[in-house]
């Protein structure tokens, strides 16, 4: 996934597999893992939520059809980025 992300040019990249935590789920028993993505990169810079979303799902290509089941995803650009950062601080 990681090497496919990669495309995006990411600045920042943190990706959790919670799949344990959905042991039993019916995703969890075809193979399907649960995911929460944190990707922060130029490529979202003034792009609409559902934009980035589409292109992290085209980074990820038929990874979306088995490997993974379901996918949590915050994508900011850097400027979001810093800027949250500074909120939390």
Do not use: C, N, W
Request: charged content about 20%; hydrophobic content about 45%.
């Amino acid at each position: 996934m990681r090497q496919r992300l990669a495309a995006l040019a990411p600045t920042r990249l943190e990706l959790i597999d919670d799949s344990a935590r959905h042991a039993g789920h019916a995703g969890a028993r075809s193979g399907g893992g649960h995911y929460h993505l944190l990707i922060v990169a130029e490529a979202f810079a003034g792009q609409p939520r559902l934009r980035r979303h589409r292109l992290v799902h085209e980074a990820l290509g038929e990874l979306l059809h088995g490997r993974i089941h379901a996918l949590s995803v915050q994508a900011l650009s850097p400027q979001e980025a810093s800027s949250a950062a500074k909120l939390t601080v």
